[in-house]
């Protein structure tokens, strides 16, 4: 089993910090990426909108997430080993490996801990980005949004992204 990955927020607060610290990151990724497409300060005024950045950090905190990689029985072996983690399974049943995120605490609340996967045969590449954005929308996106249990919001952004 390989372990990828930094990010593993242990609380819907800590969620929403790490979330937080990605807009100067979010920023200069759309401000390099527009720079080689040649965009001009017209331009780059009217099509960065504060989605566009949301977006991009969305993204990121996706992509930063920790994910185990193994074999099925690899990926059996720990849910036997952490029996407070409920499946969120995607792909086939008749493929040897899966990539994994178990997520710290119930997004909703209550209930069981998930731990979303995904299986993969060929494909590791393919199947760690579609994990990162399951996890994000199924766990994390309610949680930065504001939209969880404690009532919680975020600390509201300009058009920027800026807090």
Request: net charge negative; charged share 30%.
């Amino acid at each position: 089993m390989d372990t990828e990955g930094t990010l593993a927020p242990a609380t819907p607060a800590d969620a929403r910090e790490e979330y937080a610290t990605l807009v100067p990151a979010a920023k200069v990724a759309v401000r390099e990426a527009t720079k080689a497409m040649s965009f001009d300060r017209e331009e780059y005024a009217e099509r960065v909108t504060g989605e566009v950045i949301e977006t991009v950090r969305d993204a990121l905190f996706a992509s930063l997430l920790r994910v185990h990689v193994g074999t099925r029985e690899e990926y059996e072996a720990w849910l036997d080993d952490h029996p407070e983690y409920e499946s969120d399974m995607a792909g086939s049943d008749n493929v040897d490996n899966v990539v994994w995120h178990p997520v710290a605490f119930a997004p909703d609340g209550d209930g069981p801990k998930p731990v979303v996967a995904a299986t993969w045969q060929a494909e590791r590449e393919a199947a760690l980005g579609t994990l990162r954005r399951r996890a994000f929308g199924r766990a994390y996106r309610p949680v930065v949004t504001g939209d969880d249990e404690d009532g919680t919001e975020p600390e509201p952004t300009d058009e920027a992204g800026e807090p």
